[in-house]
Structures are given as C-alpha cells and as structure tokens.
C-alpha cells in the first residue's frame, strides 16, 4: 500500500527532474496555479462522491495524486511533513 505511495513521490521527483514532453505529471509540476486549481477541484468532487456515496475510491485516488504532485511543484517534501505528524502523536 504505501509502496503505490512512494512510488508516486519518486515519480513526482523524477519528472521533475527529467521532464516527459506531454506528460500531464509535468504540466502539473510546471504549472503551481493549474496544481493548485487541481488539488481544490479534486477535493471538492471527492466531498461530493461521498455525500452521494458515489466513485468516492476514484475521487479519493485522484485527491493523493494531485496532492502529491501540488506539494512537490511548490518544494514541500513528503518526508519533512511525516516528521511533523510524528511529532503531533500523543
């Protein structure tokens, strides 16, 4: 489970480093606005799929991956935001 996760991460950086001409990865990476309007949107449709109990799975899917490409486009490392939930456990 979190290996599909990690996965996403690296291809997140590894598109960031060697961009893929058309690659809708890259236009997300390249684009904070796009990411940005993105994220907002997925979310949005993920509340929605679970009030009307609706392709919430999809939604839900499609939240981690616009998420995950919007932190790593505007320099928010996976890693540092693991430490601070670390740090909020109680």
Known sequence: MLTTLESLFKLARERKNSPVDGSYTNKLLDDKSLSKEK?????????????????????????????????????VKIEEVMKELEKRKK
């Open 39 to 75: 994220v907002i949107e997925e979310i949005n449709e993920l509340i929605d799929a679970v009030e009307k109990n609706t392709n919430k799975i999809h939604e839900a899917a499609d939240v981690f991956y616009h998420l995950i490409m919007f932190l790593e486009a505007n320099d």
